[in-house]
Nanobody, 126 residues
Framework: VQLQASGGGSVQTGGSLRLSCAAS????????LGWFRQTPGQEREFLCG????????YCTDSAKGRFTISRDSAKNTVYLEMTSLKPEDTAVYYC????????????????????YGQGTQVTVSS
């Protein structure tokens, strides 16, 4: 599976961005799609996950209320709508997919994800 993320950029505090990630090759094997982020010197942080088949979704407390994950199964694309952005949201954002049979059940856990995209930079200025 190949993942191509887009939509990152620079915004001011309070702004919004919509990240997209399109999957190609072996897309039928995708069970779950998710978003992570990482800042320099920090571990990758899981934000949100969504089950490809049903659209059931989950976001961590860091993302809940401001970020929304969605997917378009026909386009094999996952989105992350981010609102009320803060400077601490500045990071490289990665999309990921889970291919294992248990990825479908555990889409709300970071361990469900096997393959990551190349990342897209989000910068929020005060």
């Amino acid at each position: 599976v190949q993942l191509q993320a887009s939509g990152g950029g620079s915004v001011q505090t309070g702004g919004s961005l919509r990240l997209s990630c399109a999957a190609s090759e072996r897309t039928a094997s995708i069970q779950a799609l998710g978003w992570f982020r990482q800042t320099p010197g920090q571990e990758r942080e899981f934000l949100c996950g969504i089950r490809k088949s049903s659209g059931s979704s989950y976001c961590t407390d860091s993302a809940k209320g401001r970020f929304t994950i969605s997917r378009d199964s026909a386009k094999n694309t996952v989105y992350l709508e981010m609102t009320s952005l803060k400077p601490e949201d500045t990071a490289v954002y990665y999309c990921a997919v889970g291919l294992r049979s248990d990825s479908r059940a555990y889409y709300y856990m970071p361990a469900a994800y096997d393959i990551y995209g190349q990342g897209t930079q989000v910068t929020v200025s005060s």
